[in-house]
């Protein structure tokens, strides 16, 4: 035992020193598991099982299972195995079993647990082994943090103090704590980032004032919110094991992407050892649920691991006649074809069927809201939404060595989206006394496939006495849909506050022979494009990132008008964009091992769909965007800060001209240029003991700076100046040890009525949670949302005549959580 003590003054000279030399100690030891408990979790029982297999997969499963810190050199224990460990026991006896006949030796020094082959001077060798990122552990499950250690939105896995611009992981266990099961309430509690109801059943997702249409899963991006008619596109949360987030330009990530970041999600894999989790909850307005998620290894030698999610939600709503039910089921099995090359391979299918509230209530044609009742349903009892979505997920990682990896991953969704709707609208306002409601009636018919490829090649050098890093790859996204919709407007002397929820029942044909319009269309979109970065260390504090794309892009619209008189076939519009450089530049600078302060480059490229009045597809946004920084990565890394100032300039932004071609919605124009710019302040992670904080502060402004109409005036009317979004939840300790509260709240200032310089008021909204460990497997949660019941309208595409929505009212959700020790 005390030639293991010896170990402690070795390991920490080599972790303290200063230099060259111990960054790459620092970055290239495999750190293996979430943030650490204190030392003396070492000697407490926990339930372990890990298969005999290769020492390193080994140490990881142990870190994962155990929540310690793993640091080894990956060299020295290749081609080791290690021995089969399963049971209660302390994690101390565990790693004594798990190294037994390996010639291994460990030390547990503070929160970290250290590994060494052979004698003790062994250990000073370590500062041969170059970075190896792919160690970093970026998978939030079991972690109990809310903040990770990586990231792998940026190709690759890389912390997030090492990427100059903003970025935001939602964790696992920060989505269970807030009860977050929707992609739409999931980014309203991050920063900087809008989750709206859309025109339509789905959402739109907003950061710094701009659309992200295109949706990254396992960093291969697909278009999700691209429909001929509305925002249809949902997403649960249940499949995936955490939510990355950048702000700013992506379009080194995706193409073209949305200039005001990209979304990552990250599905849940495989597990090392069994698991299962049964979920029951119960909440208001007859809201109940039901999850079974299952995982572990399918064989002795563990290399073969599976996991199945099973969930079953429906609920009414505070809105009269709205409901919804939700069925979902997801599929996974991750396989070590070799100590060095993994296959992932996934399915998810997930089917939703509701009676929504589309459009929500107009306003007063001064922009006052009508004084009715949070509950009020504008729709008739025959509205209907039904969206089925099934994905198929498939990558494949190979790792050469500890410095080189090439990973491929595959995206196919299908979307079988239908829907009937009333909507209750008045052009230019109600009237004083409420009346003069129009009912317009839609029918929808979409059909869609998305399909995504993405592969590329990471490595590490040292040349020219520098370390280096080089990523090259290339993705191909393809977007096909077969589209039908029908609408009629009917005008009515009824009073907003006397709506008829029991009108005749509409189809298409009903629809056409009432005079209504019927359009039949079909997108096929397509892009690609190779991309590649350069990080270089010409100096021990500094490195420089550069960058590129070169993308090509095909889009095609084809559509016809259907009536009473028969079929019309409209023009068809085209583009196309070959070749388009995207160039990316980015700077780090390490103040200390804790803090960094950074600035970053990118042009940005984003085709349009939208046509002008002769038919022609306007031409590609173009703008430019910079960030500059500070990072902090604390405590060990158990807490990550963030504060940025940034800026973008844009222009060709297409705007509606206000007329009543393109089908009636009227077609667009250039809008001149746009400017986005402000700043953002974040902290996630473990702030004192026992205290998971998360907090996120934007401030942004956005303004047409060159426009024929709107020069001066606000750009994305949906965007507050401020927003403000905390939530904190803290474990007690002692005699309390089984109890865990948690308390947060969003606040933002007013965002503005799209078609007239009206307020939609800001507000402040607080959650609460409070959770009691019955026993070891039973935990029990009670969630209350909107807890002083605010009464507020929601930021959305608000207008006169429609899509003013209520926020929640308060509500709860009692969960109880059963997890079986094996």
């Avoid at 060798?125 to 990122?133: F, K, P, R, S």
């Avoid at 990080?535 to 794309?549: A, C, E, H, N, Q």
């Avoid at 509606?656 to 124009?669: A, H, I, L």
Wanted: proline share 3%; glycine share 10%.
């Amino acid at each position: 035992m005390s030639a293991i003590h010896e170990l402690k003054p070795l390991f920490k000279a080599l972790v303290m020193s200063r230099g060259l030399r111990s960054r790459r100690v620092l970055s290239g030891l495999g750190l293996v598991g979430a943030l650490s408990l204190s030392a003396q979790v070492m000697a407490e029982d926990v339930s372990i099982n890990i298969p005999a297999q290769p020492l390193p997969q080994a140490l990881q499963a142990f870190g994962q299972q155990t929540n310690q810190q793993v640091i080894y050199n990956a060299d020295e224990l290749a081609g080791l195995k290690s021995n089969r460990v399963s049971g209660k026991m302390s994690p101390q006896a565990a790693i004594t079993e798990l190294l037994k006949g390996t010639g291994v030796r460990h030390s547990l020094e503070g929160n970290t647990l250290m590994l060494v082959k052979g004698s003790a001077s062994a250990g000073l060798e370590l500062g041969a082994t170059t970075i190896n990122a792919e160690q970093l552990n970026a998978t939030t499950e079991g972690s109990h943090s809310y903040t990770s250690n990586a990231v792998t939105i940026g190709k690759g896995t890389h912390t997030l103090k090492e990427i100059p611009q903003s970025i935001t992981v939602m964790t696992r266990k920060q989505m269970d704590d807030q009860n977050l099961v929707n992609l739409k309430d999931a980014v309203n509690q991050t920063t900087g980032i809008v989750g709206l109801q859309g025109v339509g059943q789905g959402m739109i997702l907003s950061s710094r004032g701009f659309q992200i249409d295109d949706w990254q899963y396992d960093g291969v991006p697909i278009p999700r919110n691209t429909y001929s008619l509305g925002n249809w596109a949902t997403q649960d949360l249940i499949f995936y094991d955490r939510l990355e987030i950048l702000r700013g330009a992506s379009g080194l990530l995706q193409g073209t992407g949305s200039p005001g970041g990209a979304v990552n999600l990250v599905r849940k894999r495989g597990q090392s050892a069994p698991t299962v989790t049964l979920t029951g909850k119960a909440g208001s307005w007859d809201h109940y649920g039901l999850q079974l998620d299952a995982g572990g290894p399918l064989n002795d030698a563990g290399n073969v691991r599976g996991r199945i999610v099973l969930d079953e939600d429906q609920s009414n709503s505070f809105v009269d006649h709205a409901w919804s039910k939700t069925h979902s089921l997801y599929g996974a099995l991750d396989v070590d074809l070799s100590e060095d090359t993994t296959l992932g391979l996934a399915v998810s299918q997930s089917n939703g069927e509701s009676r929504g509230n589309i459009r929500g209530l107009p306003r007063y044609a001064d922009g006052s809201m009508p004084d009715v009742s949070r509950s009020t349903y504008t729709g008739a009892r025959w509205n209907r939404s039904e969206i089925d979505v099934t994905t198929y997920y498939a990558d494949l990682e190979h790792r050469f060595n500890e410095d080189w990896a090439f990973k491929v991953g595959g995206v196919y969704m299908s979307e079988d989206n239908q829907a009937k709707n009333q909507r209750v609208q008045r052009g230019g306002g109600l009237l004083p006394d409420g009346s003069g409601v129009q009912y317009a009636d839609f029918l929808t018919d979409f059909q869609s496939t998305k399909a995504g490829l993405d592969m590329n090649l990471t490595g590490k050098f040292e040349a020219l006495s520098m370390e280096q890093e080089v990523m090259l790859g290339g993705n191909f996204s393809q977007l096909e849909t077969d589209d039908k919709y029908a609408r009629t407007f009917n005008n009515t002397s009824d009073s907003i506050f006397d709506i008829d929820n029991d009108r005749p029942d509409i189809s298409y044909d009903s629809l056409i022979a009432a005079g209504g319009l019927g359009v039949l269309s079909k997108y096929d979109v397509r892009q690609k494009g190779v991309y590649g970065t350069w990080r270089v260390k010409p100096v021990d504090d500094l490195t420089l990132i550069l960058g590129s794309r070169v993308s090509w892009y095909d889009f095609s619209y084809k559509s016809k008008n259907e009536n009473a008189a028969g079929i019309t076939r409209n023009t068809p519009s085209y583009s196309t964009e070959t070749g388009v450089v995207t160039p990316y530049a980015g700077i780090v600078y390490d103040l200390s091992r804790e803090w960094a302060v950074y600035a970053s480059y990118t042009d940005v490229f984003q085709p349009q769909t939208n046509v002008d009045a002769s038919g022609s597809v306007l031409k590609p946004v173009v703008g430019t965007n910079y960030e500059v920084g500070l990072k902090g990565e604390l405590m060990d890394g158990r807490v990550n800060t963030s504060l940025a100032v940034f800026r973008y300039d844009h222009e060709n932004r297409a705007v509606n001209d206000g007329g009543s071609g393109c089908g009636g919605f009227g077609c667009s124009t250039a809008s001149g240029k746009v400017r986005s710019q402000g700043i953002e302040a974040e902290i996630s992670g473990e702030v004192v003991d026992n205290l998971q904080l998360f907090a996120g502060y934007t401030y942004n402004t956005t303004k047409y700076l060159e426009d024929p109409t709107n020069e001066g005036s606000i750009f994305s009317t949906w965007t507050p100046k401020h927003m403000l979004r905390v939530w904190g939840n803290y474990q007690f300790t002692g005699d309390w040890s089984r109890v865990s509260t948690g308390l947060g709240f969003t606040t933002q200032s007013h965002t503005q009525v799209y078609d007239l310089n009206y307020d939609v008021p800001g507000y402040t909204v607080w959650n609460a949670r409070v959770g009691y460990k019955l026993t070891s497997e039973i935990d029990l949660a009670l969630n209350a949302n909107n807890l002083f019941d605010k009464t507020y309208i929601t930021p959305a595409y608000n207008q006169l005549n429609g899509n003013n929505n209520f926020g929640d009212p308060r509500n709860l959700m009692f969960t109880v959580k059963y997890t079986p020790q094996f």
